[in-house]
């Protein structure tokens, strides 16, 4: 079992910049794929980056490449999504998730990722 939190939400301007951190607890989380998805409202859930374990692949939705980073320190059992550059279409609900141990392709498909945050709000202003 992996439990997952999310934080570094916020209200930002455009043109500015939030790091998102979530840290996991529980199981082996080194050797997990961790993902970044968010929801705006009344839309489905987007993918936004995903990175297996150990970095050797990393994987951006092309709606946040070259804006967002994602990177991860093992040692704290957290992931990070670093985003710059952001615009109001950015604005909706962040999610981490994991996929389950030994489940090692990146995804960018919500349904293949077991465990899921609860979830940290951002909100872009024009």
């Known amino acids: 079992q992996v439990q997952l939190v999310e934080s570094g939400g916020g209200l930002v301007q455009a043109g500015g910049s939030l790091r998102l951190s979530c840290v996991a607890s529980?199981?082996?989380?080194?050797?997990?794929?961790m993902g970044w998805f968010r929801q705006a409202p009344g839309k489905g859930r987007e993918f936004i980056a995903a990175d297996s374990w150990g970095g050797g692949s990393t994987v951006y939705a092309d709606s946040v490449k070259g804006r967002f980073t994602i990177s991860r320190d093992n040692a704290k059992n957290t992931v990070y999504l670093q985003m710059d550059s952001l615009n109001p279409e950015d604005t909706a609900a962040y999610y981490c998730?994991?996929?389950?141990?030994?489940?090692?392709?990146?995804?960018?498909?919500?349904?293949?990722?077991?465990?899921w945050g609860q979830g940290t709000q951002v909100t872009v202003s024009s």
């Open positions: 998730a994991s996929r389950k141990s030994g489940y090692y392709a990146v995804s960018p498909d919500s349904t293949d990722y077991y465990y």
């Open positions: 529980g199981r082996t989380f080194s050797k997990n794929v």
